[in-house]
């Protein structure tokens, strides 16, 4: 199955974050807060969610933290990522990582 050619339709965003063992809790609580912000700054954001791993698989690779962000189109991730004010929080979120994974992909359902 092809995925959807084409610039245009949404667009999710995924992070796979593992925070730095040292990154406090009301660090972390606070930079979630700034991500999830980042809606009201960038016009092409039109949604933000996040939650940790509660898997029972136990195939998370070390990753905790995932945070999914949605936009209009791929032109509208790339606004995102060169927003200045994407550019200012992803300095701070990358700083307090160990390990992060990012895909960009197009939602299809299965018919």
């Given at each position: 199955m092809a995925a959807a050619a084409g610039s245009g339709g949404m667009?999710?965003?995924?992070?796979?974050?593992?925070f730095k063992e040292e990154a406090m809790p009301e660090a972390l609580d606070q930079l979630i807060?700034?991500?999830g912000?980042?809606?009201h700054a960038v016009p092409s954001m039109k949604a933000f969610h996040w939650g940790t791993d509660v898997s029972i698989e136990n195939m998370h690779q070390g990753f905790t933290h995932v945070f999914?962000?949605?936009f209009e189109?791929?032109?509208g991730v790339k606004e995102y990522v060169y927003h200045?004010?994407?550019?200012?929080f992803a300095t701070d979120f990358l700083g307090s990582t160990e390990k992060v994974l990012i895909i960009d992909f197009k939602p299809a359902a299965v018919n």
């Open positions: 667009v999710k965003h995924l992070v796979l974050a593992r807060r700034r991500y912000g980042l809606v999914e962000s949605t189109s791929t032109e200045p004010a994407h550019v200012e």
